[in-house]
């Protein structure tokens, strides 16, 4: 099993900056890549970014620009970097790791709001 600890949401003003962090503890070996979902009310959950175990990262387009997502191996922890944060970002950010064992297993953190004020 794979935990996953988000924590970083907030309230912040258009225009401005938030941190998540997303900590995996656990059976973490085979974990090939992390991901970044968002759901907002009445809305499908969607993806926003994902950083695979060597780095290469992807970004869903609404975000390119704004957002960077790192990683810390030592920790085993994820970090989205969210700027020029917009009314339209607000929602739930779930943080998602896939793990290949005998097919590929998808674990959830528990999620955490993020709200932008206009």
């Known amino acids: 099993q794979v935990q996953l600890v988000e924590s970083g949401g907030g309230l912040v003003q258009a225009g401005g900056s938030l941190r998540l962090s997303c900590a995996a503890s656990?059976?973490?070996?085979?974990?090939?890549?992390m991901g970044w979902y968002r759901q907002a009310p009445g809305k499908q959950r969607e993806l926003v970014a994902t950083?695979?175990?060597?780095?290469?990262?992807n970004y869903e387009d609404s975000v390119k620009g704004r957002f960077t997502v790192s990683r810390d191996n030592a920790k085993n922890t994820v970090y989205p970097q969210m700027n020029s944060l917009k009314p339209e970002d607000t929602a739930v950010y779930y943080c998602n790791a896939k793990r290949l064992s005998i097919s590929v297993v998808n674990y959830w953190g528990q999620g955490t709001q993020v709200t932008v004020s206009s």
């Open positions: 656990g059976s973490i070996f085979n974990i090939f890549i």
């Open positions: 950083i695979t175990s060597g780095g290469s990262t």
